[in-house]
């Protein structure tokens, strides 16, 4: 384990910027046989008297457990875990003595802001789709069909498509670079190994069409490229492309 060794505080963010007096929750932590809580960056005992402002926001995090990480304290580890997770919703904080606090969440989120992103699907990805379109533009990426818009830089997509990353890069990034270097960008991405696991077929499919572009000579183009900007040739080569880097058996391709 990365903090073996390490003594851990675990807690359970049970209000996050939350105004009220909390009373209720509280004692349902008490109840529960909670003991102490960080409220407000202050850790205080759940059974002492507090009174907290009903206009200000507050912050309540349950102290869940306070170990030593080691081997034999794995099952220990593991049930703390489940126990602060289910209390939050899947949101939990592991702060080791001396060193920067760790926050995990189960859902794609902003712990700093607490907004939750919806799932990654094709969709939110796509400026022809209502999910991912840049409202202002309406996926076009430009204003009153005149200048680029400036909500999107152009991208054509929403904030909460651009928050997506694929390593450091943003979508729009990868989209803007020539097909020639894109390649190179993609097979320099530093993933940990269960992502690695994840990404290896996906790239290597991305890999194979990239390739099977550039060898047709469209490695000048970008992936942000409009349909409606190419040439014939270059649609004509785009469709050859598809072909190339799919894995058909039995096909013949004529010089004509």
Request: proline content about 7%; glycine content about 10%.
């Given at each position: 384990?990365?903090?073996?060794?390490?003594?851990?505080?675990?807690?359970?963010?049970?209000?996050?910027?939350k105004?009220?007096?909390?009373?209720?929750?509280?004692?349902?932590?008490?109840?529960a046989?909670?003991?102490?809580?960080?409220?407000?960056?202050?850790?205080r005992?759940?059974?002492?008297?507090?009174?907290?402002?009903?206009?200000?926001?507050?912050t309540?995090?349950?102290?869940?457990?306070?170990?030593?990480?080691?081997?034999?304290?794995?099952?220990?580890?593991?049930?703390?875990?489940?126990?602060?997770s289910?209390l939050?919703?899947?949101?939990?904080?592991?702060?080791?003595?001396?060193?920067?606090?760790?926050?995990?969440?189960?859902?794609?989120?902003?712990?700093?802001?607490?907004?939750e992103?919806?799932?990654?699907?094709?969709?939110?990805?796509?400026?022809?789709?209502p999910?991912?379109?840049?409202?202002?533009?309406?996926?076009?990426?430009?204003?009153?069909?005149?200048?680029e818009?400036?909500?999107?830089?152009?991208?054509?997509l929403n904030?909460?498509?651009?928050?997506?990353?694929?390593?450091?890069?943003?979508?729009?990034?990868?989209?803007?670079?020539?097909?020639?270097e894109?390649?190179?960008?993609?097979?320099?991405?530093?993933?940990?190994?269960?992502?690695?696991?994840?990404?290896?077929?996906?790239?290597?499919?991305?890999?194979?069409?990239l390739?099977?572009?550039?060898?047709?000579?469209?490695?000048?183009?970008?992936?942000?490229r409009?349909?409606?900007?190419l040439?014939?040739?270059?649609?004509?080569?785009?469709?050859?492309?598809?072909?190339?880097?799919?894995?058909?058996v039995?096909?013949?391709?004529?010089?004509?």
């Amino acid at each position: 384990m990365a903090l073996e060794g390490s003594r851990i505080h675990l807690y359970a963010p049970v209000a996050i910027e939350k105004p009220g007096t909390h009373r209720k929750l509280l004692q349902q932590l008490l109840k529960a046989g909670y003991v102490r809580a960080r409220i407000d960056g202050r850790l205080r005992e759940l059974e002492e008297s507090i009174g907290l402002s009903p206009e200000l926001p507050h912050t309540i995090e349950v102290l869940v457990d306070r170990l030593l990480v080691k081997p034999e304290k794995k099952s220990r580890l593991s049930e703390s875990l489940e126990t602060a997770s289910r209390l939050t919703g899947g949101i939990l904080e592991v702060e080791p003595e001396g060193k920067e606090p760790l926050w995990f969440t189960e859902h794609p989120m902003c712990l700093a802001c607490g907004v939750e992103l919806p799932p990654p699907t094709p969709e939110l990805f796509s400026f022809n789709d209502p999910q991912g379109a840049c409202p202002k533009c309406s996926g076009l990426g430009l204003e009153n069909f005149q200048r680029e818009c400036e909500a999107c830089k152009g991208s054509r997509l929403n904030q909460t498509a651009r928050s997506f990353k694929v390593g450091p890069f943003s979508l729009d990034e990868l989209c803007r670079r020539p097909l020639e270097e894109l390649g190179g960008m993609l097979a320099q991405l530093e993933l940990g190994v269960a992502r690695q696991e994840v990404a290896r077929e996906i790239l290597a499919g991305v890999q194979d069409r990239l390739k099977a572009l550039c060898r047709l000579g469209l490695g000048y183009l970008s992936l942000g490229r409009g349909l409606d900007t190419l040439s014939a040739g270059e649609a004509q080569r785009l469709r050859l492309a598809a072909h190339l880097g799919s894995p058909l058996v039995g096909v013949l391709y004529g010089a004509g």
